[in-house]
């Protein structure tokens, strides 16, 4: 028997592509660990399976032993080979088997770059087919597959699969290469091994955030002063600002708190102003990512992680994409029926059902592949609690752009206190309209004043003078800096959040509130100035620039790579004949930022520095004290899995140092290193609670 065979890129995807297209039953085979789905469509039998991601990598093509660089022979391997990935395998010999009866091959991967590299080299790797039909999707829903099947394109996306190419052997290229060298630099002063990495986005990115770190070191601050006056009027109390936010000179400010004192304000002039403000345009991948954090903290990676679970459950459109527009076909009215049926949401979609024109407000960005993210209707089953969050995000942002202008109105009164002008200022909203449906997400705080009328003489209870400073630039949070990244042109909305992630992993940013480290901030330095080249945003955006080219056809891939080349060629050069001074320099930092992450805190007993300690016995790892040999004994257990990093915070109940624990497929938690701290308790208690209850379950 021969049939089709669908390829989709994940489990889940799969699962949902095969619910829709099928005829009538669905059957479901195991085989190897994993699932795949037999059906027919139009009486033809079909089989939709799936991959679970890049089922190949690009590796180094060994032509000679041992680590040196530069190396520009590579070749796609299949990823179980990889060490860890061995789980993957059960996927590749599952499409495999059955691609030896198939007589029709769809492409069903996530359109864009990375979906058509992926899906291609299971098309000639696994299958021996170079081309396919493709099927183009932005959201898992029933109807928009079932159309996608039967518009399907008759061949793959050629011009998107060679950007994508591209960007794979450029970003393999730069990163092998730039890390083994920064690494191999290291290894000859260091007997130990550790991976100092590198790469063409990476780099410029933390480059970026070391600039701003320096910028915070060299600022100094500048005292000034402000002037308030707190004014009665009735029995209300209102502040008011002198008109000039900051002065500079002490003698002159003083001079204007003592001509103010005991002195009436009137008001000299009342300055109403009415103004819509616009609805908002739809969430795309950075500004999704920007809201989740400044809403929720969540990282650029978490949102992302927590976007694609809502999209492979079929809730929402797919969330990589830059346009911040929604397209013309989708049925606007049956997503709004659709979640109308949720809880919460009842009131507020009745609201825009009952307009004369359901048109949103869009922005300009558009993106060929997909629009910007939105709803698709369907009732969410079970969600976690951060998923939730999510979803109401983006739901309650996708009302709002159907809403119509909030109207608000500010009012500024300009008081004259013997003289020197002061200002009250105040605002409301008139008509909520758009911010009805996106309030719960909303800061903004109304300033009602009462109707003071122009001429009116005032009462002047207090008038203070603060002493101020100018503050430093803010750091970039996780937030900010996608953004960032998004306007400079540095990385694509698929691989941002996992390059910021890249630089937590390896030791160069900690903190919300991007810090960079010493490491951090020694390998910008080196890099400064020996290899300039490798912190290049300029350089960055002409190979973007360039894989655009490629996409529109304008030039071909084997050539960019050619001259990527030539350019590492150049900057691996320089980096030899430096490569002692790289280590040395890399190698103190190094040491430096490894002893700092085994320090823990102080002491409670003999006031020296507390370590982790790994024993050479047990292998156990447990908090000793540095005053061991003069006779300290203390010390506390540890948990034995997972990544520990201090915190420098103290525990409020006991006073101990503060731990933050992160073990792979879990959350990571925060304790204090006391095991006999009141807050070990009622940790215990919560754990004894649960275990009788899975006992009463199994009863």
């Keep these: 028997m021969t049939y089709t065979l669908i390829i989709a890129e994940k489990p889940q995807a799969a699962k949902r592509i095969a619910e829709a297209l099928a005829d009538d039953k669905l059957k479901k085979i195991e085989k190897r660990g994993a699932y795949y789905y037999e059906f027919k469509r139009d009486g033809k039998p079909h089989i939709c399976v799936p991959a679970v991601g890049h089922l190949f990598v690009l590796n180094e093509k060994k032509e000679k032993k041992g680590w040196t660089y530069p190396i520009f022979s590579y070749e796609w391997i299949p990823t179980f080979k990889r060490r860890g990935m061995v789980w993957v395998k059960k996927y590749y010999e599952n499409i495999k088997e059955l691609a030896e009866k198939a007589d029709e091959f769809i492409d069903a991967a996530d359109y864009d770059t990375e979906g058509e590299v992926l899906l291609y080299n299971i098309l000639r790797f696994i299958c021996d087919v170079k081309d396919a039909k493709r099927m183009i999707f932005s959201t898992l829903t029933k109807d928009e597959l079932i159309e996608s099947y039967e518009n399907a394109r008759p061949h793959i996306s050629f011009d998107v699969l060679e950007a994508g190419l591209t960007r794979h052997e450029l970003d393999f290229l730069w990163g092998l290469n730039t890390t083994r060298a920064m690494t191999l630099a290291m290894k000859k002063q260091f007997r130990g091994f550790q991976v100092i990495s590198s790469g063409r986005v990476q780099s410029p990115t933390l480059f970026l955030l070391e600039e701003k770190e320096k910028e915070i070191k060299k600022f100094v601050p500048v005292p000034f002063w402000q002037i308030q006056a707190y004014i ?14 900051q002065i500079w000179k002490k003698d002159e400010a003083n001079k204007i708190v003592k001509g103010c004192k005991g002195k009436k304000a009137e008001a000299k002039d ?42 492979q459950e079929g809730l929402i459109s797919y969330p990589r994409t830059a346009s911040q527009k929604l397209p013309s076909k989708i049925n606007y009215i049956k997503i709004l029926k659709g979640l109308k049926a949720i809880k919460g949401f009842g009131k507020l979609v009745d609201k825009i059902l009952a307009k004369k024109e359901i048109k949103p407000t869009e922005g300009k960005k558009e993106d060929k592949a997909h629009p910007a993210i939105f709803p698709t209707g369907e009732i969410p089953k079970k969600l976690t609690a951060q998923q939730k969050k999510l979803y109401e995000l983006i739901v309650r942002r996708f009302l709002a752009c159907f809403g119509d202008p909030a109207k608000k109105e500010s009012i500024k009164i300009i008081l004259d206190i013997n003289g020197h002008k002061f200002n009250i200022a105040g605002r409301r909203i008139l008509e909520k309209g758009w911010t009805e449906f996106y309030e719960k997400f909303l800061s903004y705080e109304e300033q009602v004043l009462p109707e003071i009328e122009k001429g009116e003489k005032l009462d002047v209870e207090k008038i203070n003078m603060l002493d101020k400073e100018t503050q430093p630039p803010n750091r970039y949070s996780q937030g900010s800096i996608v953004k960032e990244m998004e306007e400079r042109g540095l990385g694509t909305r698929a691989t941002r959040a996992q390059i910021l992630q ?3 992993d390896r030791g160069y940013i900690v903190d919300k509130s991007i810090r960079v480290t010493q490491l951090g901030e020694t390998v910008v330095n080196v890099l400064q100035k020996y290899c300039p080249d490798v912190l290049s945003e300029e350089l960055t955006r002409h190979f973007e620039q360039e894989m655009e080219d490629v996409m529109e056809n304008k030039k071909k891939r084997e050539e960019i790579v050619e001259e990527a080349k030539k350019v ?37 007993k003999c006031g020296k520095e507390l370590r982790i300690i790994k024993s050479r016995r047990t292998g156990k790892r447990f908090v000793g004290c540095t005053g061991y040999k003069d006779g300290c004994r203390y010390s506390m257990p540890l948990p034995q899995r997972g990544m520990i990093t201090p915190t420098d915070k103290l525990c409020k109940e006991c006073g101990s140092p503060m731990i933050t624990v992160k073990i792979m497929g879990k959350r990571p938690f925060t304790t204090c290193i006391n095991i006999d701290c009141p807050t070990k308790d009622k940790y215990k208690k919560n754990k004894e609670e649960k275990e009788k209850k899975k006992t009463q379950k199994k009863k």
């Design 232 to 245: 009665k009027y009735n029995k209300i109390k209102l502040l008011a600002n002198y008109e000039k936010d």
């Design 270 to 311: 009342i300055q109403k102003r009415i103004y819509n403000q616009k609805p908002p345009i739809p969430f795309n991948t950075t500004t999704l990512q920007t809201e989740a954090y400044n809403q929720f903290k969540y990282s650029p990676r978490q949102t992302m992680s927590l976007a694609e679970a809502l999209y």
């Design 502 to 504: 890249t630089l937590y």
């Design 568 to 604: 590492l060629t150049k900057i691996l050069d320089k980096f030899k004949k430096n490569e002692e001074k790289i280590g040395k320099e890399l190698i103190q930092s190094f040491i430096k930022y490894k002893r700092k992450q085994k320090s823990i805190g102080i002491c409670p």
